[in-house]
């Protein structure tokens, strides 16, 4: 009875310790739903921390950063994966039934790589969107590409964009393409099809906030 007992006031203390993080848990969710619902920034940036919306980042390149400029506005910085992200081989079956692989086209290699980063612009600012009460997501996405001047590889701002919360909930993304999508924001994007992206200047954030853009 003694070991009986002894097992069943374990039980009830574990319990209650685990009742007692829970809530304690809700209660610092709680207290920073409030910050966000005030527009705190630095509560902004708090919750893309804890919540991490981004925990697949492999698949959006490899780290990202950001900066709350003022209360609807979330400047975001994304070092994108290099152009091994997306395939450089077409693959096919024969009709003999062997598989046949040939190395993709420059140009539509370079239109895949271009629409895989834009696509990643999109998907960050649907979860910002999805997570904190702002009115525009600017993401500057920086790649490593060949630097005229020292011909070495830099890491240089590929695409700089900027995407008003109502201009994206009023396109049907499963039908779009991504990289003409980027004609209905404001953006820089220096690209050729067969010499792929080019280096290009960050959107001036403070402009926009002038304009309302």
Known sequence: MEV??????SDYENAKIECEEAYKD??????LAERILARGESAY???LEETNPFSDISALGSSLSFTA????????TLHVNDEGAVPSEVKSLLQSGKLSVKKMPKGAFFELYQDYICSCTIRIAR??????????????????????????????????????RGTLERMNLETID???SMRNFVH???FKR?????????IDISSLQQTGA
Do not use: C
């Open 26 to 31: 809700w209660e610092e969710a709680k207290i």
């Open 178 to 180: 991504p990289s003409d």
């Open 45 to 47: 940036i708090e919750a």
């Open 188 to 190: 820089n994007m220096e």
């Open 194 to 202: 067969n010499t792929g992206f080019r280096a290009t200047k960050p």
């Open 4 to 9: 009986a007992k002894t097992r069943d006031q």
């Open 69 to 76: 400029h003022d209360q609807v506005t979330i400047e975001v």
């Open 127 to 164: 979860e910002i969107y999805a997570l904190l009460p702002v009115h525009m997501v600017v993401i500057q996405a920086m790649g490593d590409i060949l630097n005229s001047k020292t011909g070495h590889m830099d890491e240089q701002t590929i695409l700089s964009v900027a995407i008003p």
